[in-house]
C-alpha cells in the first residue's frame, strides 16, 4: 500500500498585506533514489489546473492566496500519491512528493520444447513419443551428446548396435541381429544405408532396390554418411511392433529409425 509522504514549507511573507497571488511549487522525487522524477502529471483538483514536471522534477502554480487544495501526482512506474494542503497568506508554498517506484513481476512464461520446434511437431515426432513404445532423441539430448557423426548419437540408444564393416563404414544394428539391417528414413524418405541381401527369409533385393522414395548409398558408407550437425531429432524402433502404421512396411521386422533433420538450436 503506498503512502504519502508530502512535507508542506510556509515561507515567511515579505509584507504585512496579503498577497494578490500565492505561488505553489511542487517537487517530485523517487523515493527510492532521492532522484527526481520529470515528467510526472500533476494536477490541482479544485483549481482544475495540471502540469507536466520538468526534468528536474518540479512545476509552479500561481493561486489565490487562502484556501485548500487537494494536489494529485501520477507517473507511469510509480504509485500515484495525493494529499490535501492549506494555502495559508504565505507568498509561496512548497510540497515534495516521493513516489514510490512500483515493480513490476512479469509472470514466469515456460517455453517447451514442442513450441521451440514447431517443424518436429509437424512431423509427428512429439506425438509418436507421446503414445509409441520407442527410443527419442530430441534437439536437446542429440546436442547434449555433441555428436561429430550418427554412429555417436545411434550408440546411445538401448538396443542399438554400431559396428563397422568391412568397407569401413559404420554398421548399424538393433537388438543385436547380426544379418537384419533396419530400415532408416530421413525426413520421412527411405535411405538406404547398406545393401539388402537374402536374410533368414525377411526380404531380398540390393541397395537399388527400394521405395519409390527411397535413395540408396554405395555399399560401406553406412548410417554415418548422414551428417550430425543436420539432425533434429531421432526416433528407433527396434521390433516391428513398435513401428508407426506408416513406416511398418516388409522387412521392418529388424527395426526402424527415423531421422528429422532441421536446427537443434532455435
Not at 543436420?230 to 529388424?254: D, L
Request: aromatic letters at 6%.
Amino acid at each position: 500500500m503506498a503512502v504519502a509522504l508530502a512535507t508542506a514549507l510556509a515561507a515567511p511573507g515579505r509584507g504585512m498585506a496579503q498577497a494578490a497571488t500565492h505561488t505553489l511549487f511542487v517537487a517530485v522525487l523517487d523515493s527510492a533514489s532521492g532522484k527526481p522524477v520529470g515528467n510526472a502529471s500533476i494536477r490541482l483538483r479544485y483549481a482544475g489546473m495540471v502540469a507536466t514536471a520538468s526534468d528536474s522534477g518540479t512545476a509552479t502554480f500561481h493561486l489565490p492566496p487562502t484556501g485548500f487544495e487537494t494536489i494529485e501526482v501520477r507517473r507511469v512506474g510509480y504509485a500515484p500519491l495525493a494529499t490535501t494542503i492549506t494555502l495559508g497568506r504565505s507568498a509561496r508554498t512548497e510540497v515534495v512528493f516521493e513516489l514510490q517506484p512500483i515493480v513490476q513481476v512479469l509472470p514466469t512464461v515456460e517455453v517447451t520444447e514442442m513450441e521451440q520446434h514447431r517443424f518436429l511437431a509437424v512431423r509427428g515426432f512429439y506425438d509418436r513419443k507421446s503414445r509409441l513404445r520407442g527410443a527419442f532423441l530430441g534437439p536437446k539430448e542429440i546436442s547434449a551428446l555433441h555428436p561429430s557423426k550418427m554412429s555417436d548419437i545411434m550408440r546411445r540408444v538401448p538396443g542399438a548396435t554400431v559396428t563397422r564393416n568391412s568397407s569401413g563404414g559404420s554398421r548399424l544394428r538393433l537388438r543385436s541381429v547380426q544379418d537384419c539391417p533396419p530400415h532408416v528414413y530421413v525426413d520421412g524418405a527411405r535411405f538406404i544405408i547398406e545393401p539388402e541381401t537374402a536374410t533368414r527369409g525377411v526380404f531380398q533385393g540390393t541397395a537399388q532396390r527400394r521405395t519409390s522414395r527411397g535413395r540408396a548409398m554405395p555399399p560401406g558408407y553406412g548410417i554415418d554418411e548422414l551428417s550430425a550437425d543436420m539432425i533434429a531429432a531421432v526416433e528407433v524402433y527396434t521390433s516391428a511392433a513398435q513401428v508407426p502404421p506408416e513406416y511398418n512396411m516388409t522387412g521392418s521386422v529388424c527395426g526402424v529409425v527415423l531421422v528429422w533433420t532441421g536446427p537443434r538450436w532455435m
